[in-house]
């Protein structure tokens, strides 16, 4: 493979618009829609010149070709880029700040938090709520918490970990006093204060695997992305979702997004839509089949579980 | 309808800003440096003022200093829009009084975020 991009060979063969489109669908579920020409070969020909390849055709060929399994991640992640900014989701980020965090505090008091952005893109989320907990240190007083950004690996992924923004970036729903609190200038871009960074880690993981290995969180901020999936593929992510919040811990998805028919263990907080709280679970004892009384009928008790499960 | 005043010295820029924030549905007028703005702010108060920083006759620090204490000086939602980056002149900017603050250059989502941060939009 060649150094030099073939920049007039950054041009895609119709048929592995299709092709690309069924992939994204198969791997992440996600639906591209079927205007995206432009946007994939912009975010295709970045990835081929990342890896080394000649051209957009080459890269496209290798991966239909050999079907290796790391650039096919590659190249969904980067075609499921989306353009994000700081504090984008202003209602999420509101009810973080007013209903979710006061009451966390309320139950935990001097414990320990954690908080999840799932399906961080480039970590302006994730910073986001670094920044907002900062800001609310005084009234969480006591309150440690820990915040982690989960996406599929990526070029974005990466970014979010730098956390190097561009002047673009930090300009677009980032007020200045916060800009100049939370970020250092470094050549022509930004970069993300220690005192922000430190409280958040970045992991990548597939978002529909089984997400057993991250534990489970007081709070899953989940914005933006809904919409793009497929039926059977939100079905998957919010089930995913389910396993992730403590009970009694918090689902907040973004500015307009709900769950519909199904809740999936959830059960909306107050009239509001769009954030949820996990419903306790209630074990049922196994039935002893000796535990029979004079008119025949087994009976038990539902027992319910301890209320410690934001312990 | 709400009004706006671009203070630039550069035309080019009083152009492209008049027109992201005609998109946005502000009335604007133009001042070409400092002193001209506080004589159109003397005569009629803008809503939002975008004011660059460095300018002949009167900068926009000079002038933001001064609108802060002209009657009703204190009702304009300042926004610098600027070259300069340095993180000590943006906090004197903002102790001068100014509200938000835009680096150059900019583009109209900028423009229109940084507006919708000081409640304008």
Known sequence: M???????????????????????????????????????????????????????????????QTGGSRLAVQVVSALMERDTHFFKDKSSFKRLREVVLPDLHRKRGGGRVRLLS???????????????????????????IDIVGVDYPSQALDRARAGRYTHFDVQRGLPIKSLIEHFDPVDSDWVIKDHIRNRVEFRDIHLLSKL????????????????????????????GLAGLVKEHGYLILGDGEHLNQMNFGFDRVGRETGIYTKREIIIEPEIDPSLKVSNGRTTFEKTKKKRSSLN | MKTCLIVDDSRMIRRVAGRILKDLGFETSEAINGQDAL??????????????????????????KQLRLLPGGDKPTVVFCTSVRDVERIVEALAAGADEYIMKPFDSDIIESKFALAGLV
Not at chain 1, 120 to 134: L, N
Not at chain 1, 217 to 227: D, K, R, T
Request: glycine share 6%; charged share 20%.
């Open chain 1, 2 to 64: 060649s150094a030099e991009f073939e920049h007039s060979a950054s041009s895609l063969a119709p048929t592995y618009y299709d092709a690309l489109r069924r992939l994204t669908l198969e791997l992440a579920g996600v639906n591209l829609g079927a205007n995206h020409a432009f946007l994939i070969e912009t975010r295709l020909a970045r990835l081929a010149r990342r890896e080394g390849f000649k051209s957009l055709d080459a890269m496209v060929n290798e991966l239909f």
């Open chain 1, 118 to 144: 799932f399906g961080c893109a480039s970590g302006q989320e994730a910073y986001g709520m670094a920044m907002t907990v900062h800001d609310m240190r005084k009234q969480l007083d006591g309150l440690k």
């Open chain 1, 212 to 239: 057993d290995s991250l534990d489970q969180f007081h709070a899953v901020m989940f914005c933006g992305s809904l919409p793009h999936y497929s039926a059977p593929a939100r079905v998957r992510v919010l089930r």
């Open chain 2, 39 to 64: 004589d159109k702010c003397l005569v009629d108060m803008p809503h939002a003022i975008l004011v660059d920083w460095a300018m002949p006759v009167m900068d926009g620090y000079d002038f933001v």
